[in-house]
DNA sequence: ACTTTTGCACTGACCAGTCAGTTCAAAAGA
DNA sequence: TCTTTTGAACTGACTGGTCAGTGCAAAAGT
């Protein structure tokens, strides 16, 4: 095949076949999840035709693990330009992980339904998609994890912090406020939600005023 | 007739079954999903037939809903013992906030196959049981809000948290930690990963030493 | 004592429907 | 011309749910 698909973009008839395909389906799994799904769903959905998912797309589970890694590929983008931005600036490692928090935020506010189904699917096991998985959350993470190291050689945060621990326990604490917000409270704005967040990761939640 | 049906617990036979197919059913749907557990494995794990699993809940769905109630019923009920138990004790409201976190470890640490079903079922919509899910949520998340409320009300919290959205943070922060921590480092102790959510709690994350 | 009845709990073969994936000739783009 | 899409028909495996029947222990009958 080798279609005349440049680097970046995507412009080709058939990228954008794939891109309505990615949107259908992202929205489909986030609500009923992959099984639930049909392909002839996802088509309908897409506006195409069911013979052209397989023309594009070799199984179902191949559209889903490259869905999967197109996401994943957007956040990590996001989050590393947001830390790079904040050390650009001169800020500090707190105001980096701020900045990724708002990052996080932003991303979740824009694709809640792929928020939402990379949740459902991470912890699973035994899954055939497991090592994609695998893969794509650890580029995630290792931004999180990159920053807080950088902040203990700094001595900005404390050596005896857990890295791992607590940029799992940082990305949980996003996660889940943004889906609470996305599910519960869409009305809330961003910034309302960011400051919420901000007041918890600096520790300004004990003490009056 | 009148079945010998013992008074309180379930010693009834029935009631054996019932809790088979709970345990079956958790681990199955934990790794694989809803849709993609068939009935026939449930009750294969379970070591009971097809039929049975129909005597005893009307249907697949039924069966997961009164799944999600015992479960959480559990969780809710080591919650709400963990905060009265530091109240009686006379400690904060931080140290009751320290001790739900704890509860919620140790509640991931012997039920991670509910949790990560949990996790995986909360934010999705259009399902038959979103609303037993909401329910169910909202019995968990209040007592958090609780201890929240009672903090700002004594002055030991600042009046400008966010009450719903900082344990909707907190909930996220200790579900995430936990699960990443049974899924990729379960050979450490649950001490040590409570020390680590504890100073990210405490804001002891900043500053050294 | 011992026979019969009752009905709960369970069984597993069976059925009707569903779905992923295939095929392909023809049409539409580019 | 060469690529991409269409759309409908088809297959074969699988699945939720059903149902007539079994086993058995306690209750009733004698």
Chains 1, 2 share one sequence.
Do not use: C
């Not at 693990?65 to 590393?80: F, I, K, Y």
């Not at 621990?165 to 519960?184: C, E, I, N, P, R």
Request: overall charge negative.
């Amino acid at each position: 095949m080798e279609s005349s698909n440049a680097a970046s973009g995507g412009s080709t008839r058939r990228e954008a076949t794939r891109q309505k395909l990615y949107e259908a389906a992202v929205t489909l799994i986030a609500e009923q999840g992959f099984s639930a799904t049909t392909v002839d769903e996802i088509a309908e959905r897409a506006g195409v035709a069911k013979g052209t998912v397989y023309y594009n797309f070799a199984s179902k589970s191949v559209l889903f693990e490259e869905l999967l890694r197109h996401g994943v590929g957007l956040l990590t983008a996001s989050l590393r330009e947001a830390a790079e931005k904040t050390a650009r600036d001169g800020g500090t490692k707190v105001d980096a992980l701020d900045a990724m928090v708002r990052a996080g935020l932003v991303f979740i506010d824009r694709y809640p339904s792929f928020t939402q189904l990379y949740v459902a699917e991470l912890w699973r096991t035994n899954r055939t998609w497991q090592s994609t998985l695998m893969v794509v959350r650890q580029q995630a993470v290792a931004v999180v994890e990159g920053v807080l190291r950088e902040g203990v050689e700094s001595g900005e945060f404390s050596e005896e912090i857990d890295v791992p621990l607590t940029a799992a326990a940082l990305v949980g604490m996003v996660l889940v406020a943004a889906l609470d917000w996305k599910s519960f409270q869409p009305e809330r704005s961003l910034d309302d939600v960011h400051a919420a967040l901000s007041r918890l990761l600096q520790g300004r939640v004990s003490g009056r005023r």
